[in-house]
């Protein structure tokens, strides 16, 4: 896939907006995470279509039904530990380390952005590869579950407790600590880059909202069409993988 001269163009927009930001703040959805080989729950080929997110990724069914929990789970964990991250991710660490993001706040669980090299990441619902278990709170090692086979499900704590990741299920409050930052950190941005999210799920879809009621700059990065409207200054519709890396070289 090659981009086109008016992609080009807002590329090129886009990073003379940002280099005017002093306060930049990044949101990253699924749609960066895609091109390292894991689909969109939602989308065609996502764990929806072979688990119902009703019956696998509530905090009743975690309660109640954990080994059907831990079925899907055991699919969720296997694709994140096959993937690594791409070109995006490593140009938002790259631009971190220049300066030029003062955080990345992601719905995603998977952990690529940590694994780039971003160090102020701002995990909204959470992390699949923090366990521990639900009785006794002691943290587990991530590495065994790799180990682990579907007769071993739901895994258990030595004290008899489930074990569960440290993801935000449905009908789970977002943590705490990630409000407080998220919010902190939206108040003080003059720019949000929406990176790869059409802006369904709340309340991280407000974020945009909130930086451009305070006369701040919003850029756009999806494939598709998003929620957020007119809101965007620059919308791009290309590959993340594609457009991040060329506004970073315009940048740094």
């Not at 701002?122 to 065994?144: Q, T, W």
């Not at 990630?178 to 939206?186: D, G, L």
């Amino acid at each position: 896939m090659h981009l086109n001269n008016s992609q080009h163009a807002a590329i090129i927009e886009a990073a003379e907006i940002w280099k005017e930001a002093e306060r930049p703040v990044v949101l990253t959805g699924a749609g960066i995470s895609v091109p390292s080989g894991i689909p969109d729950f939602r989308s065609p080929g996502g764990l929806w279509e072979k688990h119902d997110p009703a019956e696998v990724a509530t905090i009743l069914a975690l309660r109640t039904r954990p080994a059907r929990v831990w079925e899907f789970l055991f699919d969720a964990l296997d694709m994140f530990e096959k993937a690594s991250p791409n070109p995006a991710h490593v140009a938002l660490a790259e631009l971190e380390q220049a300066g030029m993001v003062d955080a990345v706040i992601t719905q995603n669980i998977d952990g690529l952005h940590q694994a780039a090299g971003s160090r102020n990441v701002i995990e909204f619902h959470g992390n699949g590869s923090r366990l521990y278990c639900m009785r006794c709170k002691r943290r587990l090692d991530p590495a065994k579950a790799a180990a682990m086979t579907m007769d071993d499900k739901p895994w258990e704590c030595e004290c008899g407790g489930i074990v569960r990741p440290d993801i935000v299920f449905f009908g789970e409050q977002i943590p705490k600590e990630a409000m407080a930052r998220s919010f902190a950190m939206t108040q003080q941005a003059d720019l949000v880059v929406v990176v790869g999210t059409s802006g369904e799920v709340a309340p991280a879809n407000t974020i945009p909202g909130q930086v451009k009621n305070r006369g701040g700059k919003m850029i756009e990065v999806n494939l598709g069409p998003s929620s957020f409207g007119s809101l965007a200054d620059v919308a791009i519709r290309a590959s993340c993988e594609m457009v991040l890396p060329a506004i970073a070289k315009h940048l740094m």
